[in-house]
């Protein structure tokens, strides 16, 4: 098969395997905006999964109904280590931009208060060591500059939403990996959308992040599961994995056999990230159409190099040796408990004290480790005392490579 043309290279072709199976998602989408354009109330989303599974594909291709609706959008990434108001500012100031609003007051007094949100991140600083979000116009005072994000968020999306509704059009925040939210940052989002909700104003927020995402919202504020329409995003059906491949083939005249089909499904689990890795390498490594499933088993080794360095090894070597023994554990006790009988199901998630114990360690001991993890995305807790990868497959790639 030609290299040039394969269309499982990342960001090649106009079917990405991530995409497939997630016609319902973007359906439901459509169905949000459309209620919100007729002033109809509707929730925020949140969209959850573990890593792999095409959250932020889905993110990018809601965005992009939205873009298709004349909504303004904005988007930005949470990092643990960064404050809300600066991404938040620019990813509004995009999105009033996309709004096509005319020129004049209204508009600059907007563009002034997404200003100030944004330079009340350095109170003190000098005028010129104040961070410049781009916009030109001066930033307003007494509005959205209080020091209290919770306060000036609500202030800042109700301004933009008047905006948004004089022209007769909606603005839609997207965030990434949202989890990594600030506690207080957090909070402000919950207040912002209900204070939204409240009044009916054509703004909502659509996050993507870890399985534990609604427990981060819902320990912020009671009433988060009021503001927010959570979808699950999991692994693929066999029949929506089988569509994933043949639908880019197709766009190239190629074909996969069912034989190939049934490797296929059984080497990647069904998890969008390692279609992709596999039929990459398998397009690659194929000699003609169809693609059979000796070829799926020759290219196998060159699609578990490649995930092992780029998916599952720039994860570990972010681990401490420490916190690397606290991983291998876990792969350990899903191991045994997989070998015991038991369903995929009930060996996502491990007892933290079953670890203590695989370790002869006391749980207190293992908590830095544990906490460590939790902050670099490496595992989740999805309930008290319970822990499991954020990655699928993790455990098998431990057991094999360390």
């Not at 876990?330 to 007892?351: F, H, K, N, P, T």
């Not at 822990?387 to 790639?397: E, Q």
Request: charged share 25%; glycine share 10%; proline share 6%.
């Amino acid at each position: 098969m030609d290299p040039i043309k394969n269309p499982y290279a990342p960001g090649a072709g106009q079917r990405p395997p991530e995409l497939a199976g997630r016609d319902e998602q973007l359906d439901r989408f459509r169905v949000v905006l459309e209620r919100i354009a007729h002033g109809r109330p509707e929730r925020s989303m949140v969209l959850t999964g573990l890593r792999g599974v095409g959250k932020t594909v889905l993110l990018n291709a809601l965005r992009g109904t939205a873009v298709r609706a004349r909504w303004g959008t904005g988007k930005y990434e949470a990092r643990p280590e960064q404050g809300m108001r600066r991404p938040m500012a620019a990813a509004l100031h995009v999105a009033v931009r996309e709004l096509g609003h005319p020129q004049g007051d209204e508009v600059d007094h907007v563009l002034g208060v997404i200003k100030a949100f944004a330079q009340k991140d350095q109170p003190g600083a000098k005028l010129r060591d104040r961070w410049n979000p781009g916009i030109d116009v001066a930033a307003v005072t007494g509005r959205a500059d209080s020091g209290d994000i919770e306060i000036d968020l609500v202030e800042l999306l109700t301004d933009v939403g008047g905006l948004a509704a004089d022209v007769g059009k909606g603005v839609a925040i997207f965030i990434d990996e949202m989890q990594d939210l600030q506690p207080d940052d957090v909070s402000a989002i919950c207040a912002a959308c209900h204070e939204l909700s409240q009044s009916a104003l054509p703004v909502i927020v659509v996050g993507a992040g870890l399985p534990h995402l609604p427990a981060v919202l819902s320990a912020s504020k009671s009433y988060s599961e009021r503001l927010f329409r959570y979808t699950r995003i999991d692994r693929l059906s066999r029949e929506q994995a089988e569509r994933a491949l043949q639908l880019p083939a197709e766009d190239e005249d190629a074909a996969w056999s069912q034989e190939a089909l049934t490797a296929m499904y059984a080497a990647t689990g069904g998890y969008p990230y390692f279609l992709q890795a596999y039929g990459k390498e398998v397009w690659d490594l194929a000699p003609e159409s169809p693609i059979g499933a000796d070829d799926v088993r020759v290219a196998g080794p060159e699609a578990e190099a490649e995930l092992a360095v780029g998916f599952f090894g720039s994860r570990y070597e972010r681990a401490t040796p420490g916190e690397r023994e606290y991983l291998r554990a876990m792969a350990d006790l899903a191991a045994e408990r997989a070998d015991a009988g038991e369903e995929q199901d009930e060996i996502e998630s491990v007892a933290t004290s079953d670890i203590a114990a695989h370790l002869g360690r006391k749980p207190q001991s293992l908590s830095p480790a544990r906490d460590a993890l939790l902050k670099k995305g490496l595992i989740y807790s999805g309930e008290r005392g319970r822990i499991a990868f954020t990655v699928p497959h993790f455990g098998r790639y431990l057991r094999e490579h360390t």
